[in-house]
């Protein structure tokens, strides 16, 4: 029996625990010092909206950790001692392992705007700015948000939904334009607009201003606006949480280097989740994923690597999900921003409400690539097969009945979406198969 | 472009106006509650039936601006913002304000309901007064507490009915879902059966609402009421018939195809209110592993309870009028025990697999305790087919189930223990069709792949307090007796995970699935790991 220690009680942390428990007896310890039980890091918005309290983002219940063996201890790593298998905690003693995983996520950006340490200047990852930001909208006049990606949009909304006027600065010519083609970005602009969210779209971050007690009261722009505002949110992405492990000997770059197995540089050290960095990218994925899904899935592999079942982190069929206020969005394969030379994108829009769908396909062959939907459910299952096949587009169109996953008596738009692609191919003089 | 809308989106519309049009909405509703407080109180209000419908429609006036106000001037979607913060909807004090007086409204109208001005000798008077008018309106009848609750009762429903579709109105199920909940109401539940009474003037009293069937209507097979049925004419009849076709056909051939939420969320009276006036108090419900357990002997206690005293009052009837006897005791007793030894016989023989141990325990040895009672009582030629008294039995019944758990418990802890207190812990019809669900039948909730991220609105939205993201986070179709079909889960979720579906009863339960994302079977290795 081993000891196998988890820094980092996040998805992919948790995910292991769980799944080495299921496969062997080893001593399990999951340091953390962020929160006492998991708790689902994308729900914390919704506890700020007062949608749910906090205890209802913790998917087990407290005694779920005992029973299975797994021991939680709340602290904080300082350093690794990877000669001596040892783990230095901030506040209490020393921890031996045999195997370490390494899963502490991520912390926000701070690209060295004058001004960003400030106080009620604020990212939004952890529990604590959680608890931060409740701090400092107390009385709050209004908000400026910096970053247009996921994280900003949901901090403008659970800002907005204290009735916080809110300033939303996003550098990009249009609303995360860097991952969305240009239809599905724009039509979330005017979402935002719709909100009632002050967007400047082409409008970066020059610097916070202090007030006399050094607490930010304003933000100029690189158009040279001053907005005052009570809060400022950073929420220009997010990178590896590893500062801990400087000088440790584990090979760390942006994040902490890994092989396809998930180990490090140091035998029985592995890495998982946001925090993990592979050598190259797999297939068209970044060599870091902050992402829910892939923290889980590393988490899966790992478990299996420490118990002794060899299995290379094999990431499937790309998927990933989000919520911008009320629209709903889903991506299956990949969709890029701006088509590759090979590629076709076919695109239709509901002409007034609040949804669309785009698929990316091979030009000649007409191999499906992937798919973005808007306001339209669609099942997983079915796309993965799809990709997994390497269907054509046509076939997707032809089936799309079959991979709705609206609620039952929902309107269905197959018939628009399929005449809209014929005209499409019509007029992109595409072979008519 | 959009740096011109801009400037007139730099607060959020209106807040302050809006406000003062909630305020005003909510003083709307206050004013019709006033004014049955003052008929409450005994004030000689002039013109009755006028001023009823000023309280009336005030409060449904209210709600409905409120909602409007609420829902309308912003875009659609998902609105609980606050939930957890608001007192009433948080057990503040609000909250607890509002459980007491409900509570105290329910003991009174169960238990004193000459308190409300209830007199049948001397006539009426107070908020039953009130009423008379329109009873007699609809039913030729001065008004009795019951007839005050019903109305209220459809006022309520009708009115948050309309909030709650504005709520969801992105969503065509809740919709259609809340259309169904107040037709049913206001036609099946309050309207036909005023009407077929004030049509048979001279016939004693007996259920006129097709949808209520026993056992959620536990006196559908008392003596008094198979006496009125049978001399009821016509009407009688039919009811009688309709109302055992309810229990042993047409329920069954509907919980097969859609699940118990045909009845639960789309026809039943108590769900109805649940969904309707009860929305705001959903998540109240308790989501812990206990609470399941506690449900789970709960519910089928009182299943056990409503059977039992049905049988013995039966058996009694059967004895003692035997000129309305179609079958003798002797017949029924073997028909009872023979329907008893095939209900549990097919559970045990064709899904105790799907079933936990301890319920399959439970379940056989309480069939043969029943069993063995019931025939040695028979054989030994006792009047009393369950030891006690049925008079006895079913008094129980009907002040502990019938009116203190389904009533007083059931809606006047709304603001504390959430809206489906009664339909999770007490409702025997929900067991009966519960286990339907579970066992025979189609639907059930798909997850998708591997798109949950375990936030928790799903399980939070659960009035039924199903531990939805349990589920949900494995890739598991959630297939639980207790599910009403609301839909809410499924409203709430953030990354389109969960869908209501009926559909193959293969692969309907799938414990062991696996979640889309890393490209290998894990659960074969898992498998050869087992």
């Known amino acids: 029996m081993n000891h196998i220690v988890i820094i980092g009680n996040g998805i992919a942390g948790v995910t292991a625990a769980r799944h080495i428990r299921k496969i062997s007896a080893h001593k399990i310890t999951i340091v953390s010092a962020e929160a006492d039980y998991f708790f689902s890091r994308t729900a914390l918005m919704y506890v700020y909206m007062g949608h749910m309290k906090f205890e209802h983002t913790q998917p087990y219940e407290n005694n779920f950790w005992s029973k299975n063996k797994i021991d939680l201890i709340k602290d904080f790593v300082s350093h690794v001692d990877v000669e001596n298998k040892r783990l230095h905690l901030s506040v209490g003693e020393t921890i031996r392992y045999d195997s370490l995983i390494i899963a502490t996520g991520s912390k926000p950006n701070k690209f060295g705007w004058p001004g960003q340490d400030l106080d009620g200047v604020t990212g939004l990852y952890h529990k604590q700015d959680l608890e931060y930001i409740e701090k400092y909208t107390l009385g709050c006049k209004r908000a400026v948000v910096v970053g247009g990606g996921l994280i900003g949009i949901e901090l403008t909304e659970m800002l907005m939904s204290r009735n916080i006027p809110v300033t939303f600065l996003v550098r990009e010519k249009s609303f995360w334009d860097m991952v969305l083609p240009q239809g599905e970005s724009e039509m979330i602009n005017r979402h935002i607009l719709e909100h009632g969210i002050d967007l400047k779209l082409e409008t970066g971050l020059k610097e916070i201003l202090a007030d006399e007690n050094g607490r930010a009261k304003a933000v100029v722009t690189d158009k040279g606006e001053t907005i005052a505002c009570g809060i400022v949110g950073l929420t220009a992405g997010v990178s590896p949480n590893i500062d801990f492990l400087k000088g440790s000997g584990i090979e760390i770059a942006r994040g902490v280097k890994v092989n396809r197995f998930l180990e490090t540089n140091i035998k029985n050290i592995y890495a998982i989740g946001d925090c993990a960095e592979q050598h190259e990218g797999i297939g068209n994925r970044r060599p870091i994923e902050a992402v829910w899904y892939t923290g889980r899935m590393m988490g899966e592999t790992v478990a299996r690597n420490i118990?002794?079942?060899?299995?290379?982190?094999?990431?499937?069929?790309?998927?990933?999900?989000?919520?911008?206020?009320?629209?709903?969005?889903?991506?299956?394969?990949w969709v890029w921003a701006t088509p590759k030379e090979n590629e076709e994108q076919f695109y239709w829009e509901h002409a007034s409400k609040n949804i669309c769908i785009r698929i990316a396909f091979e030009k000649y062959s007409r191999l499906f690539l992937g798919v973005n939907v808007f306001g339209i459910r669609v099942r997983h299952e079915i796309f993965d097969r799809i990709l997994t096949d390497k269907r054509t587009v046509d076939y997707v169109i032809d089936n799309f009945d079959k991979v709705n996953f609206d609620p039952e008596f929902s309107t269905t738009y197959n018939n628009e979406i399929k005449d809209a692609f014929n005209q499409f191919i019509h007029t992109a003089k595409l072979i008519q198969l | 472009m959009i740096n011109q809308v801009n400037s007139n989106s730099t607060t959020r519309a209106d807040i302050s106006e809006v406000s003062i049009k909630?305020?005003?909405?909510?003083?709307?509703?206050?004013?019709?509650?006033?004014?049955?407080?003052?008929?409450?109180?005994?004030?000689?209000?002039?013109?009755?039936?006028?001023?009823?419908?000023?309280?009336?429609?005030?409060?449904?006036?209210?709600?409905?601006?409120?909602?409007?106000?609420m829902y309308l001037n912003r875009p659609a979607g998902i609105k609980n913002d606050g939930l957890w913060f608001k007192s009433l909807t948080s057990r503040g004090m609000l909250g607890w304000s509002m459980g007491i007086l409900l509570t105290s409204f329910y003991i009174v109208i169960y238990w004193y309901p000459q308190y409300l001005g209830l007199d049948e000798k001397n006539g009426n008077s107070g908020i039953v007064a009130f009423f008379d008018p329109f009873s007699k309106l609809l039913n030729g009848h001065a008004a009795s507490q019951w007839f005050v609750y019903g109305t209220l009762y459809t006022v309520a429903i009708l009115s948050f009915g309309y909030k709650f579709i504005l709520k969801y109105r992105h969503n065509k199920y809740q919709i259609v879902r809340t259309i169904s909940v107040m037709f049913f109401q206001l036609a099946f539940a309050f309207l036909i059966p005023e009407i077929l009474s004030k049509l048979h003037p001279e016939k004693a009293y007996f259920a006129k609402d097709l949808k209520n069937m026993w056992p959620l209507n536990y006196y559908f097979f008392e003596d008094w009421h198979l006496k009125n049925l049978l001399d009821g004419g016509n009407l009688g009849m039919f009811m009688l018939l309709f109302g055992i076709a309810m229990i042993f056909i047409i329920s069954p051939i509907l919980t097969y195809f859609y699940g118990k939420r045909w009845y639960c969320s789309w026809v039943c009276g108590c769900g109805g209110l649940a969904e309707t006036a009860g929305d705001s108090f959903r998540h109240l419900s308790d989501k812990s592993e206990k609470a399941w357990k506690f449900e789970r002997w709960s519910i089928h206690l009182v299943l056990v309870f409503?059977?039992?005293?049905?049988?013995?009052?039966?058996?009694?009837?059967?004895?003692?009028?035997?000129?309305?006897?179609?079958?003798?005791?002797?017949?029924?007793?073997?028909?009872?025990?023979?329907?008893?030894?095939?209900?549990?016989?097919?559970?045990?023989?064709?899904?105790?697999?799907?079933?936990d141990k301890d319920a399959v325990y439970t379940m056989v040895s309480l069939g043969v305790v029943m069993l063995s009672v019931l025939l040695l009582n028979h054989f030994s030629g006792k009047e009393n087919i369950f030891f006690f008294e049925s008079y006895q039995l079913r008094s129980w019944y009907g002040f502990a189930i019938g009116a203190a758990f389904s009533g007083v418990i059931g809606v006047g802890f709304y603001p504390l223990l959430g809206s489906r207190v009664w339909c999770r812990f007490g409702c025997p019809m929900a067991a009966i069709l519960g286990l339907q669900q579970r066992l025979f039948s189609k639907f059930r909730i798909t997850t998708n792949g591997g798109q949950c991220i375990s936030c928790g609105n799903c399980s939070n939205a659960c009035e039924m307090g199903i531990d939805v993201r349990a589920y949900a986070q494995k890739g598991e179709n959630i297939v639980r007796s207790s599910c009403v079909g609301c839909g809410i889960c499924s409203a709430v979720c953030p990354r389109g995970v969960l869908k209501l579906e009926n559909g193959k009863e293969e692969g309907r339960i799938n414990s062991d699935a696996v979640l889309l994302g890393n490209d290998v079977d894990l659960l074969n290795i898992l498998k050869q790991k087992k």
């Open chain 1, 307 to 333: 118990c002794g079942i060899p299995m290379k982190y094999n990431p499937g069929n790309w998927f990933n999900s989000a919520k911008f206020f009320d629209i709903e969005y889903q991506t299956y394969g």
């Open chain 2, 22 to 69: 909630l305020k005003t909405a909510v003083g709307i509703g206050l004013i019709g509650l006033f004014i049955l407080l003052l008929a409450l109180l005994n004030v000689q209000l002039p013109y009755k039936t006028s001023w009823l419908a000023v309280a009336l429609l005030s409060i449904i006036m209210g709600v409905v601006l409120y909602a409007n106000e």
């Open chain 2, 306 to 355: 409503v059977f039992i005293t049905t049988v013995a009052v039966i058996y009694s009837f059967l004895g003692s009028n035997p000129s309305y006897s179609i079958i003798t005791r002797n017949t029924f007793a073997y028909i009872v025990s023979i329907f008893l030894a095939i209900v549990i016989g097919t559970l045990y023989f064709f899904k105790r697999k799907n079933m």
